[in-house]
């Protein structure tokens, strides 16, 4: 008998109820399980947990498969969260939901799952697997607008072995509509957005919590000091809002961006100059690839942030490191983020953001 249990990450949304669905519409033995990997705030307002617990247990209900309920908080702490204080601690710009993927969903979850003594794991990302007698190949989905292989890049190739993503085919719009047809209340609920451990409050609050303010300088290009900041890790690069920079006697009446965080001296620099936000070479290193033999790559395409379209460039493997350089300048290349590497629709690999190189 072909192996045909399925366990599907049921999160309370509408793209892991329509996985599930599909996959029990095509015969599989589907169970579902509710990852909890956030409990710091389950006596606030922020704290959405309960709610999409009730929301994936009556879609279990709605399309009769057992739902389990397993708390991964400890292991997302670990593997995730401490991760992300210590890079903005360190003046860098992480990618939790990136984190997320690799060390939790297929890692902790999938083992769990396979010791629960399922044959497969399915989740609701939009992304296309690609199976032959030697290689399974990760590419783009058909939904290049929700398309989300930019937060797979850096999920080991063979940790797909045993995945589905039922709706690599599928638009959004699509699935919305077969949650209404098949009358899952989720069919109208909101995506979540952002990361997740922060929910809707503000960044700059939660941030606090766990890392002190250490006010500093805002600099010009020139090193001239034209205001304070709060402390480096509160900002991004190419933020443009909040600077609170504005309105100054003998400056340009144009708005200013962050363009460099410089730790040693906790000076926030900004420019009024968008063309200043703009870099053709970085280096990446941590590289995870999808080929046997990345070193043939020369040119490809890439790209340095979720839903932006890959742009040509030039790669380099230089040992650990990655370097790349791209045909066109690209905007606010953010060292902590994740560069991801195509060819056409199938991903080659990722690595993520060391520095920006100016060679």
């Not at 599989?28 to 705030?41: H, Q, S």
């Not at 952002?194 to 939660?206: L, P, Q, Y």
Request: glycine fraction near 6%; charge should be negative; aromatic fraction near 10%.
């Amino acid at each position: 008998m072909e192996p045909n249990r399925v366990a599907v990450g049921l999160s309370g949304g509408v793209d892991s109820a329509v996985t599930a669905l599909l996959l029990k519409q095509e015969g599989y033995e589907v169970e579902g399980i509710f990852m909890k990997n956030w409990d710091e705030d389950d006596d606030t307002e922020y704290c959405t947990a309960i709610q999409d617990y009730e929301d994936a247990q009556r879609v279990a209900d709605q399309i009769d498969i057992p739902l389990h309920a397993i708390n991964f908080a400890a292991e997302y702490w670990d593997s995730v969260f401490e991760d992300f204080l210590s890079e903005y601690a360190a003046g860098r710009t992480p990618n939790p939901d990136v984190l997320c993927n690799r060390n939790i969903k297929f890692a902790v979850f999938q083992d769990y799952a396979e010791m629960q003594g399922a044959d497969w794991i399915a989740t609701g990302h939009y992304a296309r697997l690609e199976r032959n007698s030697k290689s399974i190949e990760l590419h783009r989905s058909d939904d290049l607008d929700k398309d989300q292989t930019y937060f797979l890049q850096a999920v080991p190739v063979e940790r797909f072995d045993r995945c589905f993503f039922p709706l690599a085919r599928l638009t959004k719009a699509e699935v919305r509509n077969t949650a209404k047809r098949h009358a899952l209340h989720v069919h109208s609920k909101k995506d979540s957005t952002g990361i997740c451990f922060i929910g809707e409050r503000r960044f700059s609050d939660f941030l606090n919590r766990y890392l002190p303010k250490e006010p500093g300088p805002i600099v010009d290009t020139h090193g001239t000091v034209i205001g304070e900041h709060i402390g480096l890790p509160y900002y991004t690069l190419g933020q443009r809002q909040g600077l609170g920079v504005g309105g100054m006697r003998n400056a340009e009446e144009a708005p200013w961006y962050v363009m460099s965080k410089r730790s040693k001296t906790n000076e926030l620099v900004v420019t009024q100059n968008q063309s200043d936000l703009e870099a053709t070479n970085l280096v990446a290193d941590e590289p995870n690839w999808f080929i046997e033999d990345p070193s043939t790559i020369d040119r490809c395409d890439a790209t340095v942030r979720y839903r932006s379209t890959p742009k040509p460039c030039a790669i380099k493997i230089d040992g650990t490191d990655v370097k790349v350089s791209f045909d066109e300048p690209q905007r606010a290349i953010t060292p902590g983020q994740y560069v991801a590497f195509y060819d056409g629709s199938r991903v080659l690999g990722g690595a993520k953001i060391k520095r920006v190189d100016a060679k």
